[in-house]
C-alpha cells in the first residue's frame, strides 16, 4: 500500500514536471516570424508591395494576420517606425467603415477605440471606406477609397 502510494506520489510529480517543462516550450515557441516586429503580445509586418486594401487584408490572411489594428498611440509609433525606412509612405492599416457608413471596424474584429484621424478626417470625400496611415505633414489618419494602391501593415497575435 505505501509503495503504491510512493508511486502514485512520483507519477505526480512527473506530470508536474512534464507539466512546468511543456509550458516552457509553449513559452519559448511564443516568438515573431523571421523579419516580423514585437510589441507587446502581437507582431507587425510592412507590406511594401501596393494593392487595394481588400487584397492588402487578403494577403495578411494569406500569413495567419490580418491588416493592422492600432490601439494606442505607442503602437501607432511602432506600426509607423516599420514604414521610416521607406520614407514613411501612405499605408494600409485594417480600419474600415465599408459596411455601414460612419461606423468604424477592425478588421482583426477588434473594437474601434483608438484613433488618429488628421484634422477634418474621416470625411468619406466620394466614398471613402478604409483607412490609410502617415497621411498629410502630421502622418495622421485619413479615410481613402478602397481599391486605392498602398503598401500595407500586418499583424497577428503571438
Ligand atoms: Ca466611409
Ligand atoms: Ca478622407
Not at 502510494?5 to 516568438?31: E, G
Not at 492600432?70 to 509609433?77: G, L
Request: aromatic content about 10%.
Amino acid at each position: 500500500m505505501k509503495l503504491l502510494t510512493v508511486a502514485a506520489l512520483l507519477c505526480a510529480m512527473m506530470a508536474l514536471t512534464m507539466a512546468v517543462a511543456n509550458s516552457h516550450l509553449v513559452k519559448s515557441s511564443k516568438r515573431c516570424p523571421y523579419r516580423w516586429t514585437r510589441q507587446d503580445n502581437r507582431c507587425f509586418y510592412y507590406v511594401p508591395t501596393t494593392m487595394s486594401w481588400a487584397r492588402a487584408e487578403r494577403n495578411c490572411l494569406s500569413m495567419g494576420a490580418n491588416l493592422a489594428s492600432v490601439r494606442s498611440i505607442r503602437e501607432y509609433q511602432t506600426i509607423q517606425r516599420l514604414t521610416a525606412h521607406y520614407g514613411y509612405p501612405q499605408t494600409w492599416i485594417g480600419g474600415t467603415d465599408a459596411p455601414q457608413e460612419g461606423i468604424w471596424l477592425w478588421s482583426d474584429g477588434t473594437s474601434f477605440h483608438y484613433s488618429h484621424w488628421c484634422r477634418g478626417e474621416p470625411n468619406n470625400n466620394h466614398n471613402q471606406h478604409c483607412i490609410q496611415m502617415n497621411y498629410g505633414g502630421s502622418k495622421c489618419w485619413d479615410d481613402l477609397q478602397c481599391d486605392a494602391q498602398l503598401p500595407s501593415v500586418c499583424a497577428k497575435k503571438v
